[in-house]
């Protein structure tokens, strides 16, 4: 089993034909209620690509709190360890102009109030749990709590450190897959990385610091993977029209996990992953663009 501790978020999307002047208040041509996050988007795509699910995190007490955890249940993920706190939920007001710009205002909202005790009382309790999957949007001391606890109770830790933000030496040991796209790359190890090339530099930076494998995502590029053991992977993307890369990376990454769980080799579950996040690249949306198992089968064997 799978368990995703993260953030859980209502993106408010509105298009508008021109982004508002200072002062100014305009109309929206439309405006729209999705689930997101990335937290709940990696779980909905671990979900979906086939994984037993659960999911810590933190809603509000206000109305978006029922439709947030409706959705994830809706994919059959276990919600009973999500927290109600005080005050709203996590949101996004993004509006998108027609030259397909955003501008994006995040408000953390629950997710800010997600505390260690919280996360880490339900992450260490189970020795049923193949992998605990973390990114950061949720306060980093509730993060290190949950890589310390899982660590010790023998789960792996997948850790996809986005927004990208540097981490202590110390926190290296305690992940078992590391998985980063360009920019976090150079965020967390300082090295420019835009190819295969850097991207193996990069790579064998982080497992010199303790970590057992690593992937870095390279969006159209495909994706580069090297594990302690020294084996390495190059596995390109699959070509298709793409009309959203939105959450391309966090299907990648559930997809990759569930994959894990499943047994797959390294070199199998990063070409599952590689099907599922082409596919969600050829739809509209974060969650809606996420496919499910038979998809991503069915396309692999295309
Ligand atoms: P993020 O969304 O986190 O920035 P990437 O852009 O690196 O992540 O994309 C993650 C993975 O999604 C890539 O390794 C690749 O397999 C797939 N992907 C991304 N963009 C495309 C694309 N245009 N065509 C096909 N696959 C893509």
Not at 170 to 199: K, Q
Not at 250 to 259: E, H, Q, S
């Amino acid at each position: 089993k799978l368990l995703v501790v993260g953030s859980i978020n209502m993106d408010i999307v509105s298009t508008v034909s021109q982004f508002p002047l200072p002062g100014e208040t305009i109309a929206s041509v439309r405006t729209d209620f999705f689930p997101g996050g990335k937290g709940a988007n990696q779980a909905v795509a671990a979900a979906r690509a086939g994984a037993d699910c659960g999911m810590i995190g933190a809603v509000g007490d206000d109305s978006f709190a029922a439709a947030l955890l409706a959705a994830l249940q809706q994919d059959g993920i276990a919600t009973e360890q999500i927290l109600r706190k005080p005050g709203s939920s996590g949101f996004a007001i993004i509006t998108v102009n027609e030259e397909g710009e955003n501008h994006i205002v995040l408000t953390a909202g629950a997710n800010g109030q997600l505390t260690a005790e919280d996360a880490a009382a339900g992450a260490g309790n189970g020795a049923d749990v193949f992998a605990v999957l973390l990114q950061n949007e949720i306060p980093w001391d509730t993060n290190f709590a949950v890589m310390s606890s899982a660590h010790s109770s023998g789960a792996r830790v997948f850790y996809n450190p986005a927004p990208a933000r540097a981490f202590p030496d110390h926190v290296f040991p305690l992940l078992h897959t590391l998985i980063m796209n360009e920019t976090e790359a150079a965020v967390i190890t300082g090295l420019a990385v835009n190819d295969e090339h850097s991207a193996k530099a990069s790579a064998e930076w982080a497992l010199d610091k303790g970590v057992e494998e690593v992937i870095i995502t390279l969006g159209a590029k495909g994706c580069f993977y090297l594990n302690k053991q020294g084996q390495a992977a190059a596995v390109s993307a699959f070509k298709v029209k793409p009309v959203d890369t939105t959450a391309a990376g966090d299907t990648f990454f559930g997809a990759y996990a569930a994959a894990s769980a499943d047994g797959l080799s390294a070199e199998d579950a990063l070409t599952f992953a590689a099907a599922a996040a082409a596919l969600a690249v050829t739809k509209q949306g974060a969650q809606a663009s996420i496919p499910n198992k038979a998809d991503i089968e069915a396309f692999l064997q295309r």
